[in-house]
């Protein structure tokens, strides 16, 4: 199974199993990952699953599609990393990615 | 003696968000979370959706892991039924008999689906989606049939109609109005989606009126006020929802088709606020009361809820917002559109991608938009921020609107 590196808006780090198939959004929430609302429950329509992806995977990652990239307007401070989780599907080709969740109201 | 607790009643999307949000208030408290389902509050958007559709399975639909509730202090009592709110000794009395004392109490009880009133209405061919066991029982139901009927040409029954047609069944969709999704949306867009459902063979029937559903050899007979008869193997009603209120009004709460809260959520008690579906409440967004039925307003609303509770009351004016997928078709809605004074286009319909902006009092209101995600999103921040838009600038592709809502 895939680990997938979780880092909460106050540091604290986290390493976790999350099965692929599902979301990083759903590994998150599976988890208890402080700071992943996904309000909207993956439907991109909120972006209260924000998260900048570790530099060094953006390339394995890849690059918002359109509705994302406009539902990350909703996001609070937006950076070149930034994505939305319920958006990135978990593959085996992810194993060992690094997750900084970003700072989502509520 | 002990304070007594903080009571959630309703264990949907608005009761888990009271809760969530009493934490995050600095509520330490007991904390009780009372649900009729049996099950962890859930997702109802993909109840439409994904999984009926069967791509999606149920655990998935879970808002949150057990561990969540154990590690925020959420007591839950699923599968019980608060029959009755006694405000004089503050107890609410549940349908396992017990009686439980609370120290403020929040109502999250939601709607449930109105039930077609027809002559044979009670067939069991007529299926409704509001609950996971509904969706569960139609996807079963759909697995077997040929021939749906669809009653209510709003969101839900759509989207169903949307899912059936994608596994090859024959759907008819019967409207009493003379459009589609007419109470949410501008006649622009509801026919385009009418024309979105014929095209995908779709039997859309507007002005029509169900008269009477009648068994048959195999199936039912769908008749309509205009005397034409749909034969069916399953029939779906999406004819709207009615607010869970009863408890409330019987406890002498104020209610009008919802129960009545002020902008802080406040019931007519109180020691009571209410949030999310069940409430008729004062919009700061609109500027008058409305009942919504909407992800966005669960939320918000019970987090405004939650502060009141923990005496941070704050005003609910979050911008309304509401998505729905249908085929490979995504609307999305800003704001409140309708009724509206002036709409105006943005895109091109004929191209699948198009918004729809909406004037009400010379002031932007809303938009309706298909598969155009950014316009959606700029409206949300436009309205958020009140800033003063004319129709000449929502209709010119040239003007980026997404620059002048970042300011
Ligand atoms: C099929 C479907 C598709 C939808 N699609 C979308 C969409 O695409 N986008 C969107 O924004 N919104 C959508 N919605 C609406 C959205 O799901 C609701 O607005 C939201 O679920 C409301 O949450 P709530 O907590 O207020 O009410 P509910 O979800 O109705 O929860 C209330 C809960 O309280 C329980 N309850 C009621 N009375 C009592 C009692 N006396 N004692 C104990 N428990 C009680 C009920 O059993 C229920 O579990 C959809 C809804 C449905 C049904
Ligand atoms: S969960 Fe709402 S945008 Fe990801």
Redesign the pocket.
Not at chain 1, 83 to 106: F, M, S
Not at chain 2, 2 to 30: H, M, N, W
Not at chain 2, 151 to 172: C, N, P, S, T, Y
Not at chain 2, 261 to 287: K, Q
């Given at each position: 199974m895939p680990k997938i590196t979780f880092i909460d808006v106050n540091g604290n780090s986290r390493e976790c199993e999350v099965p692929s198939g599902i979301s990083v959004m759903e590994g998150a929430i599976q988890n208890g990952i402080e700071g992943i609302l996904a309000i909207c429950g993956g439907s991109c329509a909120c972006s209260t699953c924000h998260s900048y992806i570790d530099e060094a995977w953006m390339a394995v990652v890849g690059k918002p599609d359109e509705i994302e990239d406009s539902t990350l307007e909703l996001a609070l401070d937006r950076r070149p990393n930034s994505r939305l989780t319920c958006q990135i599907e978990v593959t085996d080709a992810l194993d060992g990615l690094v997750v900084h969740v970003a700072q989502n109201d509520g | 003696m002990a304070t007594a607790p903080y009571i959630v009643?309703?264990?949907?999307?608005?009761?888990l968000q009271v809760c969530d949000s009493l934490r995050k208030f600095g509520y330490e408290g007991e904390l009780l979370l009372?649900?009729?389902?049996p099950v962890l509050p859930y997702q109802?958007?993909p109840?439409?959706k994904h999984y009926l559709g069967g791509d999606l399975d149920a655990a998935r639909l879970s808002f949150r892991p057990a561990s969540h509730y154990e590690k925020l202090g959420i007591a839950l009592r699923l599968g019980?039924?608060?029959?009755a709110i006694d405000r004089e000794r503050r107890e609410v009395v549940c349908s396992d008999g017990s009686r439980l004392a609370y120290a403020r109490l929040a109502l999250?009880?939601?709607?449930r689906v109105r039930e077609l009133a027809c002559p044979g209405a009670d067939h069991p061919a007529v299926c409704y989606?509001?609950t996971l066991a509904d969706s569960d029982h139609l996807r079963a139901a759909l697995a077997e049939a040929h021939r749906l009927v669809v009653v209510g040409g709003g969101?839900?029954g759509l989207?169903v109609a949307a899912v059936a047609r994608k596994q090859g069944k024959e759907v008819v969709v019967i409207e009493a109005l003379d459009r589609l999704m007419a109470r949410a949306v501008s006649p622009q867009v509801s026919d385009f989606y009418a024309a979105l459902h014929r095209r995908h063979g779709v039997d859309v029937r507007l002005s029509t009126g169900v008269s009477a559903i009648e068994p048959a050899a195999s199936g039912v007979q769908v008749l309509t006020g205009r005397d034409e008869a749909f034969a069916a193997d399953v029939v779906v009603a999406g004819i709207g929802v009615v607010a869970?209120d009863e408890?409330a009004a019987a406890a002498g709460l104020a209610c009008r088709n919802g129960i009545v809260v002020d902008a802080c959520a406040r019931t007519s008690d109180p020691l009571i606020v209410a949030?999310?579906?069940?409430t008729m409440h004062m919009n700061g967004f609109l500027g008058r009361e409305l009942r919504l039925?909407?992800?966005?307003?669960?939320v918000d609303q019970a987090r405004v809820a939650a502060g009141t509770m923990c005496e941070q009351p704050e005003p609910y004016v979050q911008v309304p917002w509401?998505?729905?997928d249908q085929y490979d078709v995504k609307l999305q809605m800003a704001g409140i559109g309708m009724p509206c004074e002036q709409s105006v286009l943005r895109g091109d319909p004929a191209a699948g991608a198009f918004s729809y902006f909406y004037f009400r009092d010379g002031r932007l209101c809303g938009a309706d938009s298909v598969n155009r995600p950014a316009d959606h999103m700029a409206c949300r921040r436009l309205l958020a921020q009140g800033t003063m838009m004319t129709p000449a600038q929502v209709g010119d592709e040239g003007v980026d609107l997404m620059q002048i809502a970042r300011g």
């Amino acid at each position: 199974m895939p680990k997938i590196t979780f880092i909460d808006v106050n540091g604290n780090s986290r390493e976790c199993e999350v099965p692929s198939g599902i979301s990083v959004m759903e590994g998150a929430i599976q988890n208890g990952i402080e700071g992943i609302l996904a309000i909207c429950g993956g439907s991109c329509a909120c972006s209260t699953c924000h998260s900048y992806i570790d530099e060094a995977w953006m390339a394995v990652v890849g690059k918002p599609d359109e509705i994302e990239d406009s539902t990350l307007e909703l996001a609070l401070d937006r950076r070149p990393n930034s994505r939305l989780t319920c958006q990135i599907e978990v593959t085996d080709a992810l194993d060992g990615l690094v997750v900084h969740v970003a700072q989502n109201d509520g | 003696m002990a304070t007594a607790p903080y009571i959630v009643v309703g264990g949907g999307q608005a009761g888990l968000q009271v809760c969530d949000s009493l934490r995050k208030f600095g509520y330490e408290g007991e904390l009780l979370l009372i649900g009729e389902e049996p099950v962890l509050p859930y997702q109802r958007p993909p109840l439409s959706k994904h999984y009926l559709g069967g791509d999606l399975d149920a655990a998935r639909l879970s808002f949150r892991p057990a561990s969540h509730y154990e590690k925020l202090g959420i007591a839950l009592r699923l599968g019980v039924r608060v029959t009755a709110i006694d405000r004089e000794r503050r107890e609410v009395v549940c349908s396992d008999g017990s009686r439980l004392a609370y120290a403020r109490l929040a109502l999250t009880t939601g709607t449930r689906v109105r039930e077609l009133a027809c002559p044979g209405a009670d067939h069991p061919a007529v299926c409704y989606v509001r609950t996971l066991a509904d969706s569960d029982h139609l996807r079963a139901a759909l697995a077997e049939a040929h021939r749906l009927v669809v009653v209510g040409g709003g969101f839900i029954g759509l989207e169903v109609a949307a899912v059936a047609r994608k596994q090859g069944k024959e759907v008819v969709v019967i409207e009493a109005l003379d459009r589609l999704m007419a109470r949410a949306v501008s006649p622009q867009v509801s026919d385009f989606y009418a024309a979105l459902h014929r095209r995908h063979g779709v039997d859309v029937r507007l002005s029509t009126g169900v008269s009477a559903i009648e068994p048959a050899a195999s199936g039912v007979q769908v008749l309509t006020g205009r005397d034409e008869a749909f034969a069916a193997d399953v029939v779906v009603a999406g004819i709207g929802v009615v607010a869970n209120d009863e408890i409330a009004a019987a406890a002498g709460l104020a209610c009008r088709n919802g129960i009545v809260v002020d902008a802080c959520a406040r019931t007519s008690d109180p020691l009571i606020v209410a949030a999310g579906d069940c409430t008729m409440h004062m919009n700061g967004f609109l500027g008058r009361e409305l009942r919504l039925e909407s992800v966005q307003n669960a939320v918000d609303q019970a987090r405004v809820a939650a502060g009141t509770m923990c005496e941070q009351p704050e005003p609910y004016v979050q911008v309304p917002w509401f998505w729905s997928d249908q085929y490979d078709v995504k609307l999305q809605m800003a704001g409140i559109g309708m009724p509206c004074e002036q709409s105006v286009l943005r895109g091109d319909p004929a191209a699948g991608a198009f918004s729809y902006f909406y004037f009400r009092d010379g002031r932007l209101c809303g938009a309706d938009s298909v598969n155009r995600p950014a316009d959606h999103m700029a409206c949300r921040r436009l309205l958020a921020q009140g800033t003063m838009m004319t129709p000449a600038q929502v209709g010119d592709e040239g003007v980026d609107l997404m620059q002048i809502a970042r300011g």
